[in-house]
Antibody
């Protein structure tokens, strides 16, 4: 079954760190760029980060640059998002999404994992 | 990276057509033919409905169509159906391999 499954969400205090994972199955993970997109409660979608198929190139939204790091392990078919110095406005459902073969859009999304930053 | 501008809500009766606008700048929507649209039902993951401004992925009904003029892209749903009631987000490629989403539009089927 072609799918992405996120994990690692939870409640974390401001200033602390958390690492999210996104496990891929049913397709050739190493052939696709992958994105992280988040959605604050009751709000819209916000693009967070992108990693190229081989992990060579990484891009970030200004709101997370310097605090979040995207990475991947193609041998484990897994994507990661290391989140440091977390703030209240990082509270959101975090989705991983596969960039399609035609580029510039996401044709496969995970179900999301909720991160709550609160003291 | 300012969000693209979408109307907060649109509505229509079954069988009618609705159009959602998505306004950006010459640095995103106007600068590239890489606008996509996503449908999201409550508590669910987004689903790709349109890519590259006007292309429909396999399995998306042809009542969904996309277009662009200048810095504004549009999604039209023709022959509105009850299952089309959802939130819709536009997204554009932007400089330096970043993406920018619109604020979202709630489509209500009356």
């Amino acid at each position: 079954q072609v799918q992405l499954v996120e994990s690692g969400g939870g409640v974390v205090q401001p200033g602390r760190s958390l690492r999210l994972s996104c496990a891929a199955s049913g397709f050739s993970f190493s052939g696709y760029a992958i994105h992280w997109v988040r959605q604050a409660p009751g709000k819209g979608l916000e693009w967070v980060a992108l990693i190229s198929y081989d992990g060579t190139n990484k891009y970030y939204a200004d709101s997370v640059k310097g605090r979040f790091t995207i990475s991947r392990d193609n041998s484990k078919n897994t994507l990661y998002l290391q989140m440091n110095s977390l703030r209240g406005d990082d509270t959101a459902v975090y989705f991983c999404a596969r960039e399609s073969s035609s580029w510039y859009d996401a044709d496969l999304w995970g179900q999301g994992t909720l991160v709550t930053v609160s003291s | 990276q300012s969000a693209l501008t979408q109307p907060r809500s649109v509505s229509g009766s079954p069988g009618q057509s609705v159009t959602i606008s998505c306004t950006g700048t010459s640095s995103d929507v106007g600068g590239y033919n890489y606008v996509s649209w996503y449908q999201q039902h409550p508590g669910k993951a987004p689903k790709l409905m349109i890519h590259d401004v006007s292309k429909r992925p396999s399995g998306v009904p042809d009542r969904f169509s996309g277009s662009k003029s200048g810095n504004t892209a549009s999604l039209t749903i023709s022959g509105l159906q009850a299952e089309d009631e959802a939130d819709y987000y536009c997204c554009s490629y932007a400089p330096s391999h970043t993406w920018v989403f619109g604020g979202g539009t709630k489509v209500t089927v009356l």
